[in-house]
């Protein structure tokens, strides 16, 4: 009522199990832009495994409700876990092309998991072999786009689905620049032949993001001369 009376615009987080026809014309008529859905996993096993929680019975109704609504969505997935296989990775990708099909504006975040203290899969993931940093540099690394699991086979892999991903998914909403969109459309016949190894464009996409860092780096200095002219 608040929102929709001070007309605030705003976005969140919430349960996809939870979503039925009502809430989302609540959200409609309460000015929400966008919704974000931890699924991280459709695979009983590891929904299982990480305490997620979720009824997977849910999700599929509720994706085909938000496809209907006028709020855009974004899914995220994790990959990475302990235990997981090809086929459960197979199977994660499969049920990203059914959230496309059945939602296509919808964004997807695919990204490795990393275990962080105070969860309650970090103990599991010292047994497992993870060796927390020494230095506080090394907790920096504890970021999306890296892979620090020692139990994961192909760390390239993850990685590049992570890219790759956030390329075809979600770069139109933040990569801009008409310099990325060669490797939005690489991106996009990748994921359409699921062709993920030799990601050359990992490196070229980290070059491009350095580049436009120094460039709005040279802005803000310019900018500051200006001013200080004034």
């Known amino acids: 009522e608040i929102t929709r009376k001070y007309r605030i615009r705003w976005s969140g987080g919430l349960r996809i199990d939870i979503i039925d026809e009502e809430m989302i014309s609540r959200l409609e008529k309460g000015g929400c832009q966008y919704i974000f859905f931890g699924i991280e996993s459709v695979?009983?096993?590891i929904a299982k495994y990480i305490s997620k929680g979720l009824n997977l019975k849910k999700i599929n109704p509720a994706?085909?409700?938000?496809?209907k609504s006028s709020i855009p969505a974004v899914y995220s997935f994790m990959n990475g876990f302990p235990g997981e296989d090809k086929d459960?990775?197979?199977q994660q990708l499969d049920f990203v092309d059914y959230v496309l099909r059945t939602s296509p504006r919808a964004e997807i975040a695919l990204q490795p998991y990393n275990p962080l203290p105070g969860t309650p899969l970090f103990q599991e993931a010292l047994r497992q072999g993870f060796k927390t940093p020494e230095k506080l540099s090394g907790w920096g690394r504890m970021t999306t786009g890296e892979v620090l699991g020692p139990w994961v086979k192909d760390k390239a892999l993850l990685k590049?689905?992570?890219?790759?991903?956030?390329?075809?998914f979600r770069g139109e909403r933040f990569l801009k620049s008409l310099i990325?969109?060669?490797?939005?459309?690489?991106?996009r016949l990748r994921w359409k032949f699921r062709f993920f190894k030799f990601c050359f464009e990992r490196w070229l996409y980290c070059l491009l993001v350095g580049v436009c860092v120094i460039i709005d780096d040279f802005k803000l200095i310019f900018a500051r001369l200006r001013w200080s002219l004034l």
Do not use: G, H, Q, V
């Open 63 to 67: 994706i085909e409700l938000m496809a």
């Open 180 to 187: 990325f969109f060669p490797l939005y459309k690489i991106a």
């Open 43 to 45: 695979n009983e096993t």
């Open 88 to 90: 459960s990775l197979r």
């Open 160 to 168: 590049n689905l992570y890219l790759i991903s956030f390329l075809t």
